[in-house]
């Protein structure tokens, strides 16, 4: 993340939770969340069934899945269980489905693949370079994102504006190169507007976000972050800034970037 909003810990006592650390109540909260719902209305109205929410079950995405929630919105809810995500991570699944009523649909990746990965390249092969980092994420991520995505005209995410560089040119609504909508209707959210409406709703929130981990992802790629480091600082953490995407939302990668500044998606 860049300017004033990368300090993300100013003063964090050890043992606070997220709420306490991150939620404030700012000028135009109300506005952004009316904003938020008129989108997912017109989503609805436009896409139908071939509209789905792609939940990473970060706390940009448990906000999404409360306003459909809340407001009875027909969204076919789905997420990626990537086989190495934290027990944290995976207990938010049943919590949606027993706290909204709501079914959670899961995707994984191909067994056979992950094995084969492994077995060749090892358990530690995302840290031994870029390339086997992002075959790792088009195992374990990619192909089953495809299979979720299938038949969709539609996906939502959580992404925001303020969430790193790359994501600073986020728009609310745009292709995702493959034909579909991708839309991303939290774009103009603070991490404060997330965690105020966390808090005032209470909405049900993975608790590893209580131990500084702001973005999570899978286990063997997450880790806290320390006072004034950047929201993504703990993903993917000993890459070069620039790499750190996973493809899930490769226009937002400076890899596209720097091939658009060029003239010539993680
Ligand atoms: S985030 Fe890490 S563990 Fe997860 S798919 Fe990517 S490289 Fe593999």
Redesign the pocket.
């Known amino acids: 993340m860049s300017g004033a909003s990368s300090s993300l810990l100013p003063g964090a006592a050890a043992g606070a939770s997220a709420i306490a650390l991150y939620a404030r109540a700012t000028a135009g909260f109300e506005a952004r969340v009316a904003e938020t719902l008129e989108l997912l209305l017109q989503a609805v109205a436009t896409h139908g069934v071939g509209l789905v929410q792609s939940t990473s079950l970060g706390a940009e995405d448990m906000v999404i899945t409360d306003l459909i929630a809340r407001h009875g919105l027909p969204v076919r809810i789905a997420t990626l269980d ?1 086989g ?1 995500l934290h027990a944290e991570t995976l207990a938010l699944i049943d919590q949606i489905q027993t706290r909204y009523e709501l079914p959670v649909q899961v995707y994984t990746p191909v067994h056979d693949a992950v094995i084969n990965f492994v077995s060749v390249r090892g358990e530690r092969a ?1 840290y031994e370079s870029l390339a086997l ?1 992002k075959a ?2 088009a195992i ?2 990619l192909e089953p994102l495809s299979r979720m995505l299938n038949g969709a005209t539609a996906w939502i995410t959580g992404l925001r504006r303020e969430q790193s560089a790359n994501r600073a040119d986020v728009p609310f609504d745009e292709d995702d190169g493959q034909g579909r909508r991708k839309l991303n209707v939290l774009a103009a959210w603070s991490w404060a507007d997330v965690w105020h409406y966390i808090q005032t709703y209470q909405v049900p929130y993975n608790a590893l976000h209580d131990q500084f981990m702001p973005s999570i ?2 286990a ?2 997450t880790r806290a972050i320390a006072v004034g480091e950047d929201f993504r600082a703990g993903r993917w953490w000993w890459e070069d800034e620039n790499a750190k995407e ?1 493809g899930l939302h490769k226009s937002h990668s400076n890899e596209e970037l720097n091939t658009k500044k060029s003239g010539a998606p993680a």
């Open positions: 990537t190495a995302m980092r790792c994420c374990r991520k992802g899978c063997p790629c996973c």
